[in-house]
């Protein structure tokens, strides 16, 4: 399997997951026949990349399953969202759905997310799917209440890219491992860098970084089932400061994402040291910098702000849901038939090799052969100690409309970190207003 | 034939009804696509409605006019307005006068080429916004843009069009005023068309300059054209929404932030439908009073 993964490295992509794919169709296709009966749909949405690169995989399921026709619909990121809750409310959602992991909290407040646990339960007996194969912190999003709503399709996570090269030339032979040693390593590199570079890039119009520092730190972000904010706790305190701090000292351009307009070239010019990103920029790396940048960047877990190394950071990443509306019996079992076999370590294989993604078991990392790829290493080692966002509907809403803003006021110096914190839980409460008024009425109708 | 027509109709006249057969279909899709609507967003605007709602009934609330008085405590409510206001305020008035100048140069007896000026100045108009406003992203680039560009061959400091707070909202105001200036040129064109030539030439005779026969002539012979230009471009300019979202997604700071743009966040993006409708009632009153009050000032200074 290995050699396959090769072909991914170098590039040959497509060759290697069609290859892949097919050797898929001839394993499962051998010893069934044709079936004569009309077939059953099973109506399967994607988002963006993977709706076009997973084809493969369904062809697969396709041959596999004569009597079950998938018809796959490509929606692009950015309308996933409105689209499905319009979907939601004019009662055409799909049988499955991928859903971002950040998500399930949502759409399960909603009452659209059908319950698998049992599902899971029959196919782990049979030997199908392997819950335990799934990395800890990945698996915990998709369990709401004690009920399993969804199985991790690939998993996405936040670490730093670090230019080893510069982090040698400021004295700094090994990767920081605590926080301190952290900051000390960006204070250093900023002292060699000259006017104009940086030690660190963190976009500041991007929740994860102060978001990630907080669960480093032991914060929560959301108390007592998720009524009130909790920002202004002395956790999460201590990592608004932290961060806050690497631009107020100047480590950091205080520019949001759409500033830069090109990271990879950044990147190898040596604009800065540290960059907060995800998995897909390790591709994009390789293809676009020099071959002289070889062996002078590399993955870095988070540091930690104790000695729990690395330091914990956000599940991302998308599962795949069941929404179970149709009365079609023979439809929702086919739709199940088409999530366990999505979810299975053998296909997620094929979808890593097809699509460049994270797969979301130790199995599938091992037999792709992702994990011995160097650069990837960073990634598997943060996999290890990842959680998944507070599980309430309004999460979004929190970090990217008031989170953001408030550590733009506090990073640019027009409030204190103080009075950042004390108005974002102001409005944070604000918004759980409603979900308060849900959760006490819930309470009382039990009592 | 239209007055045996007339009297037959009198005598046999029995009610409305008729009427209703000719006016019923156009009546009925304005109900249903318009007026409904309306009034569902009204109620909406009373009520808590959001995903929550959306899933159980049981937890929609009537909150009476608590979301306005919300909205009104919101800090970036202001925000939005004074962006808004800053935009029609500055961006109304040049796309007037743009428009104003553009269709007196191409109604000049000395202009040349009148149809292909015409396309060119009309064909922002036709080509799809979001389009435009991305290639007025590169146009404004702070280090590749054409603008800097200009600027630099002439000597000046490069300016950082979207980057900066203080620039932003020019910029916006200047793509819009480009895109929409040929649409009204048109009607001024017509309205020019429609200025009797007699008129001209008795000013003439009296010994009036081209300056005065501009402001004694044309431009009371335009009040009309004017006041719809004026209220249909204010009530346009209020919707800004589509230039920021594509350009700066509100940014830099807040500071090309729209009310309609805020309408939409809440709307759409955390789906709070009760509030982004209070949003929308708020929008539509001040777009309302703005126009009564351009109407009742255009009325009082006898034009």
Known sequence: MAHLYEHLRSGRLQNACALHATVAIVLLTGGCRKVQEPKTVVDFWAMGAEGERALPLIEAFEAAHPAIDVRVQQVPWNAAHEKLLTAFAGNSLPDVCQLGNTWIAEFEALGALADLTDRVTASEAAGLIDPDDFFPGVWQGNVIGGRIRGLPWYVDTRLLFVRTDLLKQAGHADLPRTWNEWMQAMRDVQAIQAAGSYAMLAPTNEFETPIILGMQAGSAMLRDDGRYGDFGGAEFKRAFEFYVNIFREGLAPKDSNSMISNVAQEFERGTFAFYVTGPWNVQGFRDRLSPRLEGKWTTCPWPSPDDSWPGVAIAGGSSLVLFENSSDERRREASWQLLEFLAQPRQQVSFTLCTGNLPPGAKAWEQSGMRNDPLFAGFYEQLQNVRPVPPAPEWEHIVTGELVKRADAAINGRQTVDEALAELDQRVDEILEKRRWILDRQARLQQ | ?303
């Open chain 2, 1 to 303: 034939m239209p007055q045996k027509t007339a009297t037959v109709g009198a005598r046999s006249y029995d009610g409305p009804s008729s009427g209703w057969w000719f006016a019923g279909p156009a009546v009925a899709i304005i109900a249903v696509f318009f007026l409904a609507p309306i009034a569902a967003s009204i109620l909406l605007s009373l009520t808590d409605f959001d995903i929550y709602a959306l899933a159980d009934w049981q937890n929609l609330r009537f909150v009476g006019l608590q979301n306005y008085i919300q909205l009104f405590h919101t800090y970036r409510f202001w925000v939005a307005l004074h962006n808004t206001l800053y935009f029609v305020a500055i961006g109304g008035p040049l796309s007037v006068a743009a428009s104003l100048g553009a269709a007196l140069l191409l109604e000049s007896k000395l202009t040349r080429l009148k149809v292909v000026w015409r396309t060119v100045f009309f064909a922002p108009v036709v080509t799809t916004l979001v389009a435009v406003a991305i290639v007025w992203r590169y146009l404004y680039h702070t280090k590749y843009g054409l603008f800097n560009l200009a600027l630099t061959k002439l000597g000046f400091e490069p300016i950082d069009w979207l980057g900066d707070p203080h620039w932003a909202m020019p910029a916006v105001i200047f793509l819009a005023v480009w895109k929409n200036f040929g649409y009204n040129m048109i009607i001024f064109m017509a309205g020019l068309q429609s200025i009797p030539s007699e008129l001209y030439e008795a000013a003439e005779v009296d010994g009036a300059g081209p300056a005065r026969r501009f402001w004694h002539v044309t431009l009371p012979m335009l009040a009309p054209t004017f006041l719809f230009v004026g209220v249909t471009t204010i009530i346009g300019f209020f919707q800004l929404f589509a230039e920021p979202y594509v350009m700066t997604q509100g940014g830099p700071e807040e500071s090309t932030y729209s009310l309609v743009m805020l309408m939409y966040e809440q709307g759409f993006r955390w789906w709070r439908l009760g509030f982004a409708s209070a949003a929308a009632m708020t929008i539509f009153g001040i777009t309302l009073a703005a126009t009564l009050a351009q109407i009742w000032l255009q009325r009082k200074s006898g034009v």
